[in-house]
């Protein structure tokens, strides 16, 4: 029975009817006999051409027009952000911009070794979201067997919501990255996956490394640290047949976790009155569908019939799988129990402080393509394996033609090039908010007169003047003096985002506007 598991670590001994999924039927008994397995049959060993084809397969869809899509404000802002020196970024900066420093340092460090052309610095997004793809494949071994484990790899190579984040240079491939390195640490523990001669406490260890650094990536991680100890203490709470409890082994966790994540914690502490996020508005129950939603799909999918297709087929292939019935306790905690608990805790953090729910949770994947794949290899007869598999993979198809021909950043790009090279649009720049990547495409714009007319300026501001203090220093400005500017100063540029066009809308009649992709908005006076 090769690949199959052997004890399940959270709250005692598996009882033997727990089963995993592989072979024959579909399925496998686990027996509470069996003895833990050294990570070279279990993790490390990977199958022949498993890892290739999976390294592949993500590596090539993760580089489909890398560059195609325009730089859009956050990129622009990650990009000049660490330009900074390594040292502002981990003090000062990191009290000043709200996201903690991690990301911004190993980007520090890639575009010294790259450069920063938009493929450049995009490409680091792609090594995170293609080791998350590995990553759940080496879950997978852990938990379901080989053969399931390559399918999810496959899923989790396709997955919309990955393949999007992987195409942007932010913070949160790197995030998925370590919370799904935490999550097979989590998951080797609960099998007793053996390191040479360590004891399997050192998955505690690495589960403790990955979530420090995951709450040093984004603090929000602190979400995902807090449903993984929930979902400990419930398995210790309630032992199956009596088992003794393993409080020692979740004391180990804690004490080993808690001095890096106090540190996070105390960083994150000083952002909690931060007038930059704002802006982010409060809970609603549209927010909550969309997060959901995002996880089978991705960040920004309009809610049309291919989105309602892409989900409804994910929602099918886990319904009609009798593999849910049957679950052993660590395939429980770590596919069902612990994402539940995530969900449930980041509704309630944003009922308190709105964040961006559809980006923290892109780590869902994992357990979503882990789920997939045990619901396909759990089918009985192989006629509706192959059904199973079908619908998922069209599902993913759908989701990602969706992304790749129809999705749109706000095109900066073509913004900054208008500016640069058309004569009419020589004059002072207007924008309301954000200006960073008209510097990024045209540093050469830096040199006119800078004009910001913003009612959230005074929030937005002082980052964007700590990157431009040597090249160009925006001056705020009422909107009711816009018009007036405009009719004075020959040639002016104006740029607004989606939601300010009423700015122009009053304005007088522009020698030049043009719509953008993305819902940019720019015209010449």
């Not at 260890?205 to 995902?224: D, K, L, N, Q």
């Amino acid at each position: 029975m090769e690949g199959a598991p052997s004890a399940n670590r959270f709250g005692g001994r598996l009882s033997e009817r727990g089963v995993a999924f592989e072979a024959g039927d579909g399925m496998v008994q686990v027996t509470t006999e069996a003895s833990p397995i050294s990570v070279s049959r279990r993790v490390a060993s990977l199958g022949k051409f498993d890892w290739a084809l999976i390294l592949a397969l993500a590596v090539v869809v993760r580089a489909v027009a890398l560059g195609g899509n325009s730089l859009w404000s956050d990129e622009a802002f990650s990009v000049l952000w660490a330009r900074q020196g390594v040292g502002y970024l981990v003090g000062a900066g990191a009290r000043l911009e709200p996201n903690p420093p991690l990301y911004y340092v190993l980007l520090h460090a890639w575009m010294r070794l790259f450069g920063d052309s938009a493929e450049a610095v995009r490409s680091l997004s792609v090594v995170f979201s293609t080791l998350t793809a590995l990553t759940t494949y080496a879950i997978g071994r852990a938990l379901l067997g080989r053969r399931a484990a390559f399918v999810a790899g496959l899923f989790a190579a396709l997955a919309p919501a990955s393949v999007f984040f992987a195409q942007e240079a932010r913070a949160y491939a790197l995030l998925a990255c370590l919370e799904g390195a935490a999550l097979l640490a989590l998951a080797c523990y609960a099998r007793g996956v053996a390191i040479g001669r360590m004891r399997r406490q050192v998955w505690l260890i690495a589960f403790a490394a990955a979530a420090v650094g995951a709450a040093f990536t984004h603090y929000t991680a602190v979400v995902f640290v807090a449903a993984g100890f929930a979902m400990m203490t419930l398995h210790v709470a309630f032992p199956p047949d009596g088992a003794g409890r393993e409080f020692r082994a979740l004391l180990v966790a804690g004490l080993t976790v808690a001095p890096g994540l106090a540190c996070a914690l105390a960083l994150g502490g000083s952002q909690a009155a931060s007038p930059a996020l704002n802006w982010i508005p409060p809970l609603s129950l549209r927010q909550i569908e969309t997060f959901l939603r995002s996880t089978a799909t991705y960040p920004g999918m309009p809610l049309d019939r291919a989105a309602l297709f892409a989900c409804a087929a994910l929602a099918l292939a886990l319904v009609a799988s009798p593999a849910w019935r049957r679950l052993d306790r660590a395939q429980f905690g770590l596919l069902i129990l612990l994402p539940a608990l995530y969900v449930a805790l980041a509704i309630g953090v944003s009922l308190a402080r709105p964040i961006l729910l559809p980006r923290i949770g892109v780590w869902l994947t994992i357990p979503l393509c882990l789920a997939l794949a045990g619901a396909v290899v759990g089918q009985g007869a192989a006629r509706r394996r192959a059904l199973a598999g079908v619908v998922c993979a069209a599902a993913f198809a759908v989701a990602l033609a969706s992304y790749f021909v129809d999705y749109r950043k706000e095109d900066w790009r073509a913004a900054a090039h208008l500016a640069a090279a058309d004569p009419r649009c020589d004059g002072p720049v207007l924008f309301s908010g954000v200006f960073l990547p008209l510097l990024y495409y045209q540093p050469s714009i830096a040199s006119r007169p800078f004009y910001a007319s913003s009612a959230n300026w005074d929030e937005a501001g002082p980052l964007q003047l700590r990157l431009t203090r040597d090249v160009a220093r925006p001056q705020a400005l009422d909107p009711a003096a816009v018009n007036s500017l405009l009719e004075t100063r020959r040639h002016a540029f104006v740029v607004v985002r989606r939601g300010s066009e009423a700015m122009l809308d009053a304005a007088p009649p522009p020698a030049v506007r043009v719509d953008l992709p993305g819902g940019l908005t720019v015209a010449c006076f």
